[in-house]
């Protein structure tokens, strides 16, 4: 009977460990998606010159909505408050968008890929979201 108790924390323990993959995995897939659109964005807008065209406002709108549609699983997985500034970042680059003001667009954009990046190294497999 004490093999079953074994097995018991063997399966308890892969399941802990599977949950942390799977988290892992979702945080860092979200994180580089928005990442992805930043580029794009920087892309668009030395190629195009300016904020005033079409092609940066669709950029912009890929990445808010990027940015909406995983920071509900993000949410889940880690602190609202922890992750909030991209969506002020968001919001700030599209009153910069209607303004013109393109470097701090830039600077928006570079924020964003900076709290990106920095998310990536604490928003690991933890234990705690999973309790």
Sequence with gaps: MKWLHYINFLLIFL???AICVLEEYMVSSSLELVQTSCYEIEKCVSEEGGLQNMEVALALENLEYNWTKNEAGLCFLVNHKSISEIGQEIAKMKYCLS??????FMTGVDLIKLYCKSYMHFMGANLHNLL
């Design 15 to 17: 399941f802990i460990v």
């Design 99 to 104: 303004n013109d003001d393109v470097e701090l």
